[in-house]
């Protein structure tokens, strides 16, 4: 018989899917490479993060039998943290801000989570930030802990020991850039510093949504991308390991995530079109040679009534509509 002892074990060895028609669209000579991590069963990358962090707790004694995981998300860490608290016996409250999508606040309560959602863009220090909420509430529940996924060191740790292997072994040592959006910075650091080991050449390239501080830290303000930018650096952020960070604005996000589902039949979130963006700007020009891998974090599942919906695009996507009726591309013909 081969199975899993239970659904844990099923998370990584997500597969790597050519990009052939955007690689032929924007004229690459490079293979582009994107490692779907909606195949992940909580449907991200995230699941990766979330089930080393609870395993690392529970060793170090900071989670008890019976014990609450609370932790601000915008949704799939949370959802990663929902299945190791169900296989594990525990209680999990997901602390969310309010611009996240219905869809992953739904999500989330039907995983067994408890969802507290507080309001958009206050900054980390004001009591009733996410990060605030979530750090009283850890605080005073008996029995809580709080992963803190920005500083703790298992985030990182999961992609060094599974992402960036995973990488490495599927493109058999060939990969030459490895291109990640940065949230945590969880999957830039730790797949970015294992690629690097292995072959000091590797370029690792952040992507970055025009609004955050990684690309731009004189100019932070909001933007409609779910999961990625920051406006603090996070304990997890590592700039040692970054070659180069990529800027790209919600625009350029969102329709290259409604081109990876209309060309390459990816259905992914709105941080994958982003990252994959940054992956066709940086394969630009490289030779046939050159292996360049994007990791595209989660499902398009979470964002039906969004990045998938003509008029929210339309109205919060910086999208025209005259956009939504011609093919877009990243390079035009004249560049
Ligand atoms: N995209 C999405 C949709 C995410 O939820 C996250 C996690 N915040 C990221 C990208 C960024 O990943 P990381 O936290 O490892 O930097």
Redesign the pocket.
Known sequence: MEYYENVLEAVGDTPLVRLGRIEADEGISACLLAKAEYFNPGG???DR?AVKMIEVAEKAGLLKPGGTIVEP?????GAGLALAAAVRGYKCICVMPDKTSREKQDLLRALGAEVVVTPTGLTPEDPESYYAVAERLAREIPGGFKPG?YENPA??LA?YETTGPEVWRQTAGRVTHFV???????????AGHYLKEQNPEVKVVGADPEGSIFSDPGNVHSYA????GEDFY?G?HDPAVVDEVIQVDDRESFLMTRRLMAEEGLFV????G??AVAAVRAARGLPESAVVVV?L??TGR?YVSKVFDDEWLLEHGGVSPEDLTKPHRVFEEED
């Open positions: 991200s990358v995230k993060p998300t915008s949704g799939n860490t996924q985030n990182p992609h990640a959006g940065m949230g945590t910075c969880g999957t830039i650091t730790g991308v779910e999961g990625v996070p997890n979130g709105g941080s994958c982003m990252a990791l974090p989660d979470n």
